[in-house]
């Protein structure tokens, strides 16, 4: 074997690992980017001092964090997307090499 394939076997075996890995994180992930806690004030309820009415269903989710969780949720499903497309591709041409 030159040392190209065993570098190729290698970075095969980093994938399946990182598969794993990403299996296991991946419904964290999601459940974290859904999860926003809202911090409660003194007074539950409706704020009668004030011109505004407080609202925690509003605040959690229009909250910044839980957008910026949800954003990476939605690449990581891109990334793993396009890894799936370039596997196929790998796949795909390791046969027809196989095959000649």
Do not use: F, H, N
């Not at 076997?9 to 419904?27: F, G, R």
């Not at 269903?57 to 891109?78: F, I, M, P, S, W």
Request: net charge positive.
């Amino acid at each position: 074997m030159r040392r190209a394939d065993e570098g190729t076997l290698l970075a095969l075996e980093d994938i399946i690992a990182i598969a794993t890995e990403l299996q296991s994180l991946y419904p964290l992930a999601v459940s974290v980017a859904d999860d926003v806690t809202v911090s409660r004030s003194r007074g539950d309820g409706v704020a009668v001092s004030t011109s505004t009415i407080s609202d925690p269903t509003a605040a959690a989710a229009l909250d910044g964090r839980r957008a910026r969780r949800q954003q990476r949720v939605k690449r990581c499903r891109r990334e793993i997307r396009a890894a799936m497309t370039s596997l196929r591709a790998a796949a795909a041409a390791a046969t027809l090499a196989a095959d000649s």
